[in-house]
């Protein structure tokens, strides 16, 4: 499935995920804008591509202000002339229990996750629209978005936030012919080494062990480069039709996730009070509550 022509920018590409992003799509063709904060790491992706014969520079900003995302738009159409795909994959962990979580554990997270990846889609949006050929943008969420994770109100709620916003610019981009996406990954990488189940997992994959089946298949948990391909597809035109979507991949497993749906309804003329609610939901409701938390982690 070939890239060839096409220009990407991948924010937080100097290592793991972003990194595997990065070398996946330049394979497939694509000329790369290699973002990240480290520019030591930045520039050995960027090294890798050329070395293997394809195109790539290196923007080295945090994301999050409209000045970084203007700059990584910028930089691939000076550098290349054109902007076909974003994937925002940059992120940080700042995890602490809700009680000793501070303002700056909270806004960290949700600058580089949330607002780093509104203002990229935008600047990639404005970038796209203008040229008049359609785009792909492509969000990277998390299971902790889906389900909740303990320990992680900044991280969830940007995640969860992200395929929020991914669903809505599927629609206010249909016409120009831009998708919007959200993947869904689990990988081993430094940021799953810190959940405990998976600490010794991770700690084994990178000792240059084998990731054992069951972890593949029932934990879907795989390497990054399990992840690259479906952002390659995403990328490419074989993906035009595929817009608003949460996919999940990794390990041996591809997701589709659904969208927030109602689980059921009652009505009472008059409205309710507060016993009636109660006698409903022992009734009706009660035995459709979900619970939060990662269904893999049970």
Not at 77 to 105: C, Q
Not at 119 to 141: D, N, P
Request: net charge negative; hydrophobic share 45%.
């Amino acid at each position: 499935m070939r890239l060839d022509g096409r220009v990407v920018i991948v924010t937080g590409a100097g290592r793991s995920l972003g990194r595997a992003y990065a070398l996946a799509l330049a394979d497939a063709g694509a000329a790369v804008v290699v973002n990240d904060v480290d520019a030591q790491s930045a520039a050995q992706t960027v090294s890798d591509i050329t070395d293997a014969g394809g195109s790539a520079v290196a923007v080295v900003a945090a994301v999050g202000t409209s000045a970084a995302a203007d700059e990584l738009a910028a930089a691939a159409l000076s550098s290349f002339g054109r902007l076909d795909v974003l994937v925002a994959n940059a992120g940080v962990l700042r995890d602490r229990v809700l009680w000793k979580m501070s303002d700056d554990d909270f806004d960290a997270v949700i600058s580089t996750h949330l607002r780093g990846s509104f203002t990229c889609g935008r600047a990639a949006a404005v970038a796209m629209r203008e040229r008049g050929e359609g785009g792909r943008i492509i969000l990277i969420g998390s299971p902790a978005g889906q389900f909740g994770s303990f320990g992680q109100t900044n991280y969830a709620a940007a995640k969860a936030g992200l395929v929020a916003m991914a669903r809505t610019w599927s629609l206010e981009l249909a016409r120009a012919g831009i998708t919007a996406n959200a993947v869904i990954p689990t990988a081993l990488s430094p940021m799953t080494a810190t959940i405990p189940a998976y600490t010794q997992v991770y700690e084994d994959f990178v000792a240059g062990k084998g990731i054992p089946t069951e972890y593949r298949r029932d934990h879907a948990l795989g390497t990054p480069e399990d992840v690259a391909a479906l952002i390659v597809w995403l990328a490419s035109e074989h993906s035009a039709a595929v817009t608003g979507q949460a996919i999940g991949i990794g390990g041996d497993r591809l997701a589709l996730y659904a969208h927030p749906a109602v689980l059921e309804t009652a009505d009472r003329d008059g409205g309710w009070s507060a016993e009636e609610i109660d006698g409903v939901w022992r009734d009706r409701f009660a035995p459709l509550a979900q619970r939060s938390g990662p269904p893999t982690l049970d």
